[in-house]
C-alpha cells in the first residue's frame, strides 16, 4: 500500500459518526477477535484489522469490503474491550459511511425496502393474519404510513427505490 | 403490572406460539398488555444502514408508549436492547431529543423522554420473581433437564441494561427454569451467539454458528434448549433441519420458548401454548410431563 493513497482523516470522519468515537482509543490487543464468533468460522471478518486499516486511514478498502457487513452484533468484543472501543457500534459507524459512498451490502438495501414500505421487516400477509385470528391474536395492519413519511425524512426511501449495489 | 405490548417483526409472523405462550403466562400472573396497533419496527434491522433513522423509528415507538402512560415489553431481545439503547439516549441527551423531536413533529409525534422498556423475561424475574413463580407452580418440571439460551441482545450491551445481569455468566432465565423445578445443564460456550442477525448476509456463516450450539447443547444432554427471543428461535428450531442437512448431522433437539415450558408449569391447557407450533416435535417432551 503507498502512503499517498492512504487517507490520514479518515479515522477523524469515522469519530464524527455515531459509534465512531472511540476509535482511536484501541490499541490492537486482539480481544475482540479472540471471542468474536463469526472469526471463529470466517477468517475474513477480522475485527482488530478492520480498525487498524481504518486508523492507518485504508479509506477505500475499508468501506468498499464485504467483510464489514458480517458483524453478528452479538457485543461479545465490546463488553471484553479494554479500551471500550464499541467495536459493534464502530461497524456500524463504517456500514452508515459506506451507505453513504453507495457502497451497500443487497441484503441490508431489502431490508430498507422491507421496513421503509411496510414499517416492519417481517411482512405481514392475509394469511399471517388469518393464522394469527384462528389462534385468537389480533390482527396487525399490514403497513405503516407514519414509518414511510419518516424514510423520506431522512431520504431512506431513495436508497430503496434505487436497490443499491454489493 | 400494565404493559404496552411490543411484539416486534418476528414474533407474529414466525413465533406465533411464542406470542401466544406468553400472552396466556402473562394474563394468568396478572401482566396486562395493551395491544398498540400503531407500533412498527424498533429500528435495529436499518441501524446498519442509517442510525439516524433507526433511531427516530425506535423514539417513534417510545412516543406512543409515552402518549399511552405505559412502559414498553417486548419479546424480541433485540427490540428490548435497540428501544432500552434508545429511550436512554434519550432521556439523558436533551440535544439528541431535540433533534430527534424536529422530525417526528413532521409526522405529528413528539417523545418528552418518559418510556421505559423491559424484555417479558425481564419482566418475570424483576416484577414477578422465581419465588413467586415457584409458588404458583402447579404442575413441576421435575425429571427434566433444559439448556438455557439467553440470546445476547438480553444481556448486551450490559451498560444499557444497566447492568441488571452479568453479560458472561448471567443466572436470570436459570434461575426461571429452575422455579418451574426442571433442571438447568451447562454447556460449552454457552453465550455463543445464533448468527440470526446475520442469516440474509452469509447463510453459511450464521448457520455455522447455529450448528455450533447445537453441538454443544446435545453433547449435554437435555430434554430441550429453553429461550427467550424469536430470532434465536428461529435458527435453532426452524433452521435445525437446514443445519442437520448441511452438515450431515442429526439433533432432534425441541427449542421451547421459556413462556411455553411457564405455561406448562403453571398448569395451563398445552393446547393454548402453541406447542404444535415448534417446528421439531415436542411430543416426546410432554409424554415424559404426563
Known sequence: MVITKLDPKFKDEVTKVPGGQNIKRCFQCGTCNVGCPVREIEEKYNPRKIIRMTVLGMRDRVLSSDFIWLCSACYTCQERCPQDVRIPEVMNALKNLAVKEGYIHSSFAKRVELVGTQGRLFPISQFDNTKRKELGLPQIPPENKEVQELFKLTGLNKLSSTGGGE | ?290
Open chain 2, 1 to 290: 403490572m400494565k404493559y404496552a405490548f411490543f411484539p416486534g417483526c418476528l414474533t407474529p409472523v414466525m413465533a406465533r406460539h411464542y406470542e401466544l405462550s406468553t400472552r396466556k403466562v402473562a394474563k394468568k400472573l396478572g401482566v396486562k398488555f395493551i395491544d398498540v396497533e400503531d407500533f412498527a419496527c424498533c429500528g435495529f434491522p436499518i441501524m446498519s444502514v442509517d442510525q439516524e433513522t433507526a433511531l427516530l423509528m425506535a423514539a417513534r415507538n417510545l412516543s406512543i408508549a409515552e402518549g399511552l402512560g405505559l412502559d414498553i415489553c417486548t419479546l424480541c431481545n433485540g427490540c428490548a436492547s435497540t428501544l432500552t439503547e434508545a429511550s436512554k439516549k434519550l432521556m439523558h441527551n436533551d440535544r439528541l431529543r431535540e433533534k430527534v423531536n424536529e422530525k417526528l413533529e413532521k409526522i405529528g409525534r413528539t417523545y418528552k423522554g418518559n418510556a421505559r422498556v423491559k424484555h417479558f423475561a425481564r419482566v418475570l424475574y424483576e416484577d414477578i420473581g422465581p419465588e413467586k413463580i415457584k409458588s404458583q407452580v402447579k404442575k413441576s418440571l421435575e425429571g427434566l433437564k433444559f439448556a438455557s439460551h439467553y440470546g445476547c441482545h438480553y444481556l448486551k450491551p450490559s451498560d444499557v441494561y444497566d447492568k441488571f445481569e452479568d453479560p458472561e455468566f448471567p443466572r436470570s432465565l436459570d434461575e426461571l427454569i429452575s422455579a418451574l423445578g426442571a433442571e438447568t445443564v451447562e454447556y460449552e460456550e454457552k453465550m455463543q451467539c445464533c448468527g440470526g442477525v446475520i442469516l440474509d448476509i452469509d447463510d453459511k456463516i450464521a448457520l455455522a454458528m447455529t450448528q455450533k450450539k447445537l453441538d454443544h447443547v446435545k453433547a449435554a444432554g437435555t430434554d430441550a434448549i429453553i429461550l427467550i427471543c424469536p430470532l434465536c428461535g428461529s435458527m435453532y428450531d426452524r433452521n435445525q433441519r437446514v443445519v442437520e442437512r448441511r452438515f450431515n448431522v442429526a439433533y432432534n433437539i425441541p427449542v421451547l420458548y421459556y413462556t411455553q415450558v411457564l405455561g406448562l408449569a403453571l398448569g395451563l391447557d398445552p393446547k393454548g401454548l402453541g406447542l404444535d407450533l415448534n417446528r421439531v416435535k415436542t411430543s416426546d417432551l410432554l409424554s415424559k410431563l404426563a
